[in-house]
T-cell receptor, first 111, second 115 residues
């Protein structure tokens, strides 16, 4: 099946630092989503991207739909302790199909 | 607030029993819902696609007789784990898109522990 790769797998940063992570695929997607999952909870949608090149912000989070439609990036500015969690990207090949999830990036924020 | 509600949040059951998990869309109708399974420290893996008014579509390797899916209405899909065994212990999550071309919202998840 389709696979998404996320990088890095995990990261430890100091509070206040900026964070960048990405998601890549060998396939072209028409939709990219970014989710955050806290332990024991379901994923919560952060940002949805629908067009190549689209740059969308949600507070301190900014995500971009790669121009090739095979990748997406998520940036978090001025990280805070509650940013800790697993960040998943998800891509949709065609409308109406399920979303394929990446393996996740585990973020730890050190005080 | 939550737009997709999943119940129960957690359940412990004995081996051999069946467990039903409900997924409801709260303020929209969902003709399609997705059921995922997540093992510790792993990503979400699609189990099946629940279709209102027709049979569910199962992913390769998922036993349809073990994981029964019923999309009873446009706002409710249920997943029943039949004759549960300890290896079925996992985190089960449902999701539903508002429309075929928009993002999917997730339920809170159900942690199943089979003892």
């Amino acid at each position: 099946g389709q696979q998404l790769n996320q990088s890095p797998q995990s990261m430890f940063i100091q509070e206040g630092e900026d964070v960048s992570m990405n998601c890549t695929s060998s396939s072209i997607f028409n939709t990219w989503l970014w989710y955050k999952q806290d332990p024991g909870e379901g994923p919560v949608l952060l940002i949805a991207l629908y067009k190549a090149g689209e740059l969308t912000s949600n507070g301190r989070l900014t995500a971009q739909f790669g121009i090739t439609r095979k990748d997406s990036f998520l940036n978090i500015s001025a990280s805070i302790p509650s940013d800790v969690g697993i960040y998943f990207c998800a891509g949709q090949l065609e409308y109406g199909q399920n979303f394929v999830f990446g393996p996740g990036t585990r973020l730890s924020v050190l005080p | 607030g939550a737009v997709v509600s999943q119940h129960p949040s957690w359940v412990i059951c004995k081996s051999g029993t069946s467990v039903k998990i409900e997924c409801r869309s709260l303020d929209f109708q969902a003709t399609t819902m997705f059921w995922y399974r997540q093992f510790p420290k792993q990503s979400l893996m699609l189990m099946a696609t629940s279709n209102e008014g027709s049979k569910a579509t199962y992913e390769q390797g998922v036993e349809k007789d073990k994981f029964l899916i019923n999309h009873a209405s446009l706002t409710l899909s249920t997943l029943t784990v039949t004759s549960a065994h300890p290896e079925d212990s996992s985190f089960y999550i449902c999701s539903a898109p508002r429309t075929v071309s928009t993002e999917a919202f997730f339920g809170q998840g159900t942690r199943l522990t089979v003892v």
